[in-house]
């Protein structure tokens, strides 16, 4: 079945440290986007990406860093700059045209 | 600017009540999708609705229905007869065509809390 691999499902990390959440999708589609929940918030954007070899900030990008060399894979790494890491993260992905958005289970983050 | 916001960030009822979750956007659009997101303890999130800005038209489905309604930029989820498997948290997003970047604008989220 068709559908966002978000690997893995729990992490912890050191402070300091860098770390990289994974995100697989088998659907074909063109864009992928990496959201951030903080408890009692909603979710806020940290990169987008519509095509390969090309992404863009969103509204929490600092701290964070993104590639995406090929199309069924947008990972997402947290680095040492990113004061607050501790969150739980969402993958997504949509088609080119449309608005047919898909969503992994999430990663969700702590660093002690 | 675009903005979601979810005014309710509790809610507790009893089993069998009707509840009505509140949503109100902003955006300069004319043209933009809405959506409500169910995400259980489980942390994904389950897709319940897309509505585009040119249908006001409301919606039942079972025991959901959704009231759109332009004039006062709300777009409100009233689950009828209420579940304890409704227990979870709530979103509104808001996503807007111009550019088609895709981004999805959530509000808050409203925890629901079904007691049985």
């Known amino acids: 079945d068709g559908g966002i691999t978000q690997s893995p499902k729990y992490l912890f990390r050191k402070e300091g440290q860098n770390v990289t959440l994974s995100c697989e999708q088998n659907l074909n589609h063109d864009a992928m986007y990496w959201y951030r929940q903080d408890p009692g918030q909603g979710l806020r954007l940290i990169y987008y990406?519509?095509?390969?070899?090309?992404?863009q900030k969103g509204d929490i990008a600092e701290g964070y860093s993104v590639s995406r060399e090929k199309k069924e894979s947008f990972p997402l790494t947290v680095t040492s700059a990113q004061k607050n890491p501790t969150a739980f993260y969402l993958c997504a992905s949509r088609p080119r045209q449309g608005h047919g958005y898909t969503f992994g289970s999430g990663t969700r983050l702590t660093v002690v | 600017a675009q903005k979601v916001t979810q005014a309710q960030t509790e809610i507790s009822v009893v089993e069998k009540e009707d509840v009505t979750l509140d949503c109100v956007y902003e955006t300069r659009d004319t043209t933009y999708y809405l959506f409500w997101y169910k995400q259980p303890p489980s942390g994904e999130l389950v897709f319940l609705i897309r509505?585009?800005?040119?249908?006001?038209q409301n919606e039942i489905s079972g025991r959901y229905s959704w009231n759109f309604q332009k004039s006062t930029s709300s777009f409100n989820f009233t689950i009828t007869a209420s579940q304890v498997v409704d227990s979870a948290v709530y979103f509104c997003a808001l996503s807007e065509v111009s550019g088609n970047t895709g981004k999805l604008i959530f509000g808050q989220g409203t925890t629901l809390q079904v007691k049985p």
């Open positions: 990406s519509q095509i390969v070899n090309d992404f």
């Open positions: 509505r585009n800005s040119f249908d006001e």
